[in-house]
């Protein structure tokens, strides 16, 4: 009897070890992929709006394989300053499985440009590519290479809502709409907008539609629900709304230009409600000056890269070398995009 047992007993372990033996060799082990290896068909760029259309460059690389299983492999090109270390790349291409991407001029401008990069300046910049495999497994990176690139201005593409109102005849085809962008890409908009009528009433919508728009919900608040947002009194706004907190204000502006090449004083600037932008014809000593609304640095504008657009904050003053009579126009136009120019 006790015989009998034994040889059961050790049959079943048996049986259970093969199990397991069989178990385990079906589980897939997952690897970290090859590294792919990169290359471009040129380093060195000068771009031009006149060849926006030509294509710029094509970068290619090898597969990453031997994951471990028969993967999808995604494909991300990164680009960052020269220097940075990859800190904080921007992701100019993805895709499945592609071994190759070419950028026409204006493409690749495009993404310079949204590195709030200064145009007319050459910048060197590293390009590289990243495998990987859904979340599973490690991301392999290509060795980089170099891009040296002197881009040519475009305004920087942000994400948008719209403002239909009665001030454009609650229309989205009329060329009067204004937008407002979320410069960090956190559903925080702004922009300016020019209500020519006391009263005036509007709505934001996230899409040049109705399907997905926001009202007035009492104490700043936004809602799917509410009332036409209003704007009191006519005049040049400065709009903000929050899509996160759904909150939203309107400030009123009137705009001058201050600073040491102005004498420290405030010289109104006039707004042309033609072109909806702002212009001064003034005499400025050597020294610099910066754009502010309402006499106040609550909200200003100010230049600190010197290449002609403005970014918010009084610190970067725009320097002048020489006084003399100088006309100054602004143009807060393009949400996200604000631009000046100086001529003596």
Excluded at 290 to 307: G, K, V, W
Aim: aromatic share 12%.
């Amino acid at each position: 009897m006790n015989a009998w047992l034994n040889k059961i007993i050790v049959g079943s372990f048996c049986v259970m070890g093969l199990l397991s033996c069989e178990k385990q060799d079906s589980f897939t082990q997952v690897k970290t992929g090859t590294t792919p290896t990169f290359s471009a068909t040129a380093t060195e760029f000068s771009f031009s709006e006149a060849t926006a259309g030509d294509d710029a460059v094509t970068y290619s690389w090898t597969a990453s394989g031997d994951w471990g299983y028969r993967a999808v492999v995604n494909y991300t090109l990164q680009i960052d300053e020269k220097g940075n270390g990859f800190r904080k790349p921007v992701e100019a291409f993805s895709a499945n499985n592609s071994l190759s991407k070419t950028f026409t001029v204006a493409a690749l401008n495009q993404i310079i440009n949204n590195m709030g990069l200064a145009a007319g300046r050459q910048h060197e910049l590293v390009i590289r590519v990243k495998a990987a495999v859904d979340t599973v497994g490690d991301q392999v990176y290509s060795d980089s290479v170099l891009l040296t690139v002197t881009p040519y201005y475009v305004p920087k593409v942000y994400p948008y809502v719209y403002v239909p109102g009665a001030y454009e005849g609650w229309s989205f085809d009329d060329a009067r709409l204004g937008a407002l962008a979320s410069v960090n890409s956190d559903k925080k908009y702004e922009g300016y907008l020019y209500f020519p009528d006391a009263n005036t009433e509007f709505k934001v919508t996230t899409a040049k539609g109705w399907d997905v728009n926001y009202g007035d919900g009492g104490g700043g608040a936004m809602s799917s629900s509410g009332g036409n947002m209003k704007a009191a009194e006519a005049g040049y706004y400065l709009m903000k709304a929050d899509l996160n907190a759904l909150t939203w204000s309107v400030t009123k502006t009137n705009w001058s230009i201050t600073g040491s090449a102005a004498g420290g004083a405030d010289k109104a600037m006039t707004f042309s409600a033609a072109t909806k932008k702002w212009s001064i014809t003034t005499t400025l000593q050597a020294g610099s000056f910066y754009f502010r609304a309402n006499n106040a640095n609550t909200i200003a504008l100010s230049d600190d890269d010197n290449n002609g657009v403005l970014t918010a904050g009084s610190a970067g003053a725009i320097s002048i070398e020489t006084a003399g009579t100088y006309t100054i126009t602004m143009d807060l136009n393009n949400p996200g995009n604000y631009i000046y120019t100086l001529a003596q």
